[in-house]
């Protein structure tokens, strides 16, 4: 029997602010959904488009609690 123990992977704070932890504003947000159907009507990849389509709707899933939770406060 063969096991593999892969690499643990740095948290997003270690990495000398190439990301940060900070919330995503509904203007960024927005921005995103459309670079995203930009790309998506530009792909002729099919497995690109529905990984572009997968990641399109969580980004649009996000903006939608974001703008509801601004509704309730």
Known sequence: MITTT????P???C?????????????EL?????ALVFA????TN???R???IW??????ELLRDKMDEEVIV
């Open 11 to 13: 948290s997003a704070q």
């Open 6 to 9: 892969l690499p643990e992977l």
């Open 40 to 43: 998506i009507t530009e792909l």
């Open 15 to 27: 990495l000398d602010g190439m990301f940060t932890a900070t919330d995503i504003s509904q203007p």
């Open 46 to 48: 099919t497995v690109a």
């Open 55 to 60: 990641i399109l709707m969580e980004r649009v």
């Open 50 to 52: 529905d990984c572009l």
């Open 30 to 34: 927005l921005d995103q959904c459309r």
